[in-house]
């Protein structure tokens, strides 16, 4: 069984950083793709970034580029997302998912694994 966690939301101002983390227990054999999507309140939920666990290739949202960082920690089989120059509309639920592939893909519904998620709020 996998599961994903996700740690490090909080409270900041505009300008502000925060790192969120995606910790993965359990095994996923082969590689697969690890995305961040957050939600705001009554919008759909978005594709941030994803990484390729085997390659490390990153994909971001244009809302993001420039501002956010994926990485991983193959031993802490966690991925990290820095977030640096929040933004108010950057306020949302994010969560942590994993698809069993090596592609990318920015649609929720081809991930076969999600977290939590952990709410992220940037006051102005």
């Known amino acids: 069984q996998v599961q994903l966690v996700e740690s490090g939301g909080g409270l900041v101002q505009a300008g502000d950083s925060l790192r969120l983390s995606c910790l993965r227990a359990?095994?996923?054999?082969?590689?697969?793709?690890t995305a961040w999507f957050r939600q705001a309140p009554g919008k759909d939920r978005d594709f941030v970034a994803g990484?390729?666990?085997?390659?490390?290739?990153?994909y971001y949202a244009d809302s993001v580029k420039g501002r956010f960082t994926l990485s991983r920690e193959n031993a802490k089989k966690t991925v990290y997302l820095q977030m640096n120059s929040l933004k108010p509309e950057d306020t949302a639920v994010y969560y942590c998912?994993?698809?069993?592939?090596?592609?990318?893909?920015?649609?929720?519904?081809?991930?076969?694994?999600w977290g939590q998620g952990t709410q992220v709020t940037v006051s102005s």
């Open positions: 359990g095994r996923i054999f082969g590689n697969y793709f």
């Open positions: 990484i390729s666990w085997t390659s490390g290739t990153t």
């Open positions: 998912a994993a698809r069993l592939s090596s592609n990318t893909s920015p649609h929720a519904y081809e991930y076969d694994y």
